[in-house]
């Protein structure tokens, strides 16, 4: 079949607002709440009619102390007498009162008597089915913010899925280039070009489809129209086969391709002996006509109708008149049944927002759904959708975890006054300014000339028994560069004269040795950065944001974890001792496994503690085993993993190049190389070390880490409490080594950058992020291969985006039909997948859009393509 040059997009767009879900159909209370304002505005043009509640006297019920005297509010009141449920045969009308809580004593809203109120009701009940039938049409006249109607806005999103919908298909091979191009130019005639302009001349024939069965009348397809590239005046004659390129669309299945009419025609023959397409079929047509269902040995006769001009439009116009009929029938049912409000308003959203009709894109979601599904690993495919939801669930908090940290870190540490890379040079400033500020000087510190005379050795005299003289020099820099450089600062504190001087050579005698000298000392103490630290990592409202996101994260990827295990071959003790660590992540409290205390351990090296790799085991068995390894964000994405002895984890696991390897994207440079060292002495004294019986009693106290420099320490406190502490303690060092070596080397404008840091330190690698959606999706999401090392938005934001999809199956079209509303214009969309080949032969997923969407990540080193010609 042909193809068409349709290029992958590798990042997604701004979420575009979507006609899939404004307010259609329209609130029943909001119109409800409508009418009876304008019909109670004469009399009482300033009541609030949501505040307002009516009591009533239940003449059914027996006096009991006022149990039969019932508040309600107005609104739900107003419907229930529209339906019948409430009527003033059974109840008699006592008033309108500001509060429910109404007494014999309390005043009723006035001048509203009780006949006026019972003929308020019977005008709302008289006019309320066609004020809101009305409503159905006028929504689609209303104008947009861009001079459209929203019936506009309704057709030309129509359009756009449905040409995004016929790309899929030739991606997949359903469809040629050929068939966009007819689809294409039959839709000309239902948008505007750029100028306004509509195509005059129809360049193909376009059908509207209706079915009969025997003698019934035909029923029509709501939404369904044929495109035939033949431009044909007479009637269609399906006996007569003409190979020709034919789409049908209809709002259930979509585009379908047919080599000719007849083709067609056969085809939904077959699907008409169909019991559950007969049935839908039904369900679909016109409301206001007589549906009789056709015995099914009744065949369906097709017939075609041929369309002209905007047929778009005149479809939404019949789906429009439809909706009215549909809605009178609706509230036929309510009265027959006396509803109340509650289930008379989901009555019309169930009956009238139809996402088959009103929601253009739940085809293209389906699509993508499916799309994803194929590339998701076996533990997904056996979960039951129970566990997707909650899988998907953590996922999510997962993801946005990692989002929430990288952007309050920039926010936090992004602030030029508050940024880490440039502490010391803004500390150096503050400290220079309070200087010249006690001492009265107004004169910058780059204007202010200091003289430093200092020693360099000892002068011998040629004189017999002369002294030795010191040697010295005079070195002149400006303050702000002796306050800046670590060199000039050591000359200072050691100087024998120190003279400050302005720009014309007069001596500042309040700068004076003692002065300068003491602004040395104080931008060398230490403790100013850990007051920095300290407040920024541990005690700051940022400090308790990243403590809190880490927890989520952490929990949420080990939750995702064992929800995957569950559908491994993984012992089932091994998932009952993990569930009991993240039920209870203290210590305390945690309950027993088969009357055992489960216990974690933390791997350790020299007694640095590496919090991403912990034993879960019962108190007993660490020595001897089984045994669960934990290792978040390992290479290869396994966070547990199942050991029969201690033995054969060192063996088979902590003696691997591979796990040295990750073990080592923990460690900070200057602990590398003793780690190393640590772990090969570990492996290699297992062979000879001293029973401990000979080392208990030595005469010389070894420390244990000499002998065992490879340990698993048991936890404190909770988990997640002790692993943050741990990482805050590492940076905190970590950044302290940097500034102070800096400091040292006269770099004060350069500094550790505390955001690189926290992204190393809190995060997993980017690249992780994917591997967490198996090899399947990792290798096809184009975007993934698109990411830069160290680009954790990037990757965040496109794992978010791919389990995005699987919601649509999970819980989008469930959702749906509990909405109030079905139709909302602000929603939020994420682009929809298409599927192509790659360079390499391989399957991708990448976004579609149109020529005129921008990339999502704006600041990203994304490789974003042109989408494909419309």
Known sequence: MGTMNLPLITSAPPPQRSLASDTYPPGFSKATQELASTLLSPLKPELDVQTTWLTYLDSKEIPDKGANIHSVPLIPSLIEHFTGLLNWTDHDVQGLYPTPSSTSQTPAIQPLGRAAIATFYTQVSQQLEQFYSQKLADYWSIATSDGETKGHQFVAEQIECMKSECAVQIALEKMTTGHYSLLSAALAACAPDPDGNTAELQPHSVYGLSASAG?????????????????????????????????????????????????????????????????????DSEADQPVQAAPDSNILQWQYTLLEGNFLSLLHTRQITRQQSMFAQAVQLARTQRMDAVCFEQSIVQLLGSEVYFDHHWRLDRL??????????????TMKQSQRIEWHEQAQRFGQSVVNIRKNSKDHFGQPDNDSRTYFTRYIDKQLEDVLKRASVEVAAQHII??????????????????????????????????????????????????????????????????????????????????????????????????????????????MMLLEIEQLAFAPAGREWIKAVLDSPAPQGRRTIKDEAIEVRF????????????????????????????????????????????????????????????????????????????????????????????????????????????????????????????????????????????????????????????????????????????????????????????????????????????????????????????????????????????????????????????????????????????
Request: one cysteine or more; hydrophobic letters at 40%; proline letters at 5%.
């Open 215 to 283: 003698d019934s009348p035909p029923l029509s397809l709501y939404g369904a129209f044929v495109i035939a590239r033949r431009l044909r005046d007479e009637p269609v004659q399906i006996d007569q086969e003409e190979l020709e390129d034919v789409l049908l669309f209809t709002p259930h299945d979509g585009l379908e391709a047919f080599a000719s009419l007849t083709q067609m025609n056969e085809a939904l023959a077959r699907r008409g002996a169909e019991p559950d397409y007969r049935r839908r079929l039904l369900a």
């Open 368 to 381: 993508d759904n499916d799309l994803v599904e194929s590339q998701m690993p076996a533990w997904w495919k």
């Open 450 to 559: 200091v003289s430093l005379t200092y020693t360099t050795g000892t002068e011998v005299l040629d004189i017999p028994g002369a002294p030795m003289m010191p040697a010295t020099e005079t070195a002149k820099t400006s303050l702000w560069q002796l306050a800046h450089t670590h060199a000039y600062r050591a000359k200072a504190k050691d100087a024998l004269l120190i003279q400050a001087m302005d720009s014309e050579g007069a001596v500042i005698r309040k700068l004076d040795k003692a002065t300068i000298k003491e602004l040395v000392t104080t931008i060398e103490a230490p403790q100013h950065l850990s007051e920095y630290l300290d407040l920024n990592l541990k005690t700051s409202a940022y400090a308790q944001q990243l403590k809190q996101s880490r927890k989520v994260m952490l929990e949420a990827q080990m939750k």
């Open 603 to 870: 791997f350790t090296v020299n007694q640095f503690k590496m919090t991403n790799v912990m034993l879960i085991a019962p108190a007993g068995k660490f020595d001897k085993g089984p045994l669960v390894l934990c290792t978040l964000n390992a290479s290869d994405g396994i966070v547990f993993r199942w050991f029969n002895s201690m033995f054969h984890l060192t063996t088979t696991f902590l003696e691997e190049v591979s796990f040295q390897q990750y073990l080592l994207k923990q460690i900070p440079l200057s602990r590398r190389l003793e780690t190393l060292r640590a772990m090969q002495y570990e492996k290699e004294a297992k062979h000879w070390r001293p029973p401990q019986v000979l080392t208990q009693f030595s005469l010389i106290p070894i420390p244990s880490r000499l002998l065992h420099p490879v340990v698993f320490i048991r936890q404190s406190k909770d988990i997640y409490e002790e692993i943050h502490e741990t990482r805050i303690t590492q940076l905190i060092s970590e950044a302290k080594r940097h500034m102070s070596q800096e400091t040292n080397q006269g770099q004060a404008g350069r500094s550790f950058d505390l955001i690189a840091g926290i992204a190393i330190l809190f995060l997993p690698e980017p690249i992780m992020m994917p591997v967490a959606l198996g090899v399947g999706l990792y290798k096809t999401w184009n975007a993934f291969s698109k990411i830069d090392e160290g680009d954790h938005e990037g990757a965040a934001e496109e794992f978010l985006s791919a389990i995005g999809y699987l919601a649509t199956a999970l819980i989008g079209h469930v959702a749906l039909a509990l909405k109030p509303v079905t139709h909302a214009s602000g929603a939020a969309r994420s682009p929809h997948l298409i599927r192509r080949v790659g360079r390499d032969g391989q399957m991708q997923i990448g976004y579609l859009l149109s020529h005129s969407k921008a990339p999502r990540f704006a600041d990203s080193k994304l490789i974003v393509y042109k989408g494909f010609p419309i």
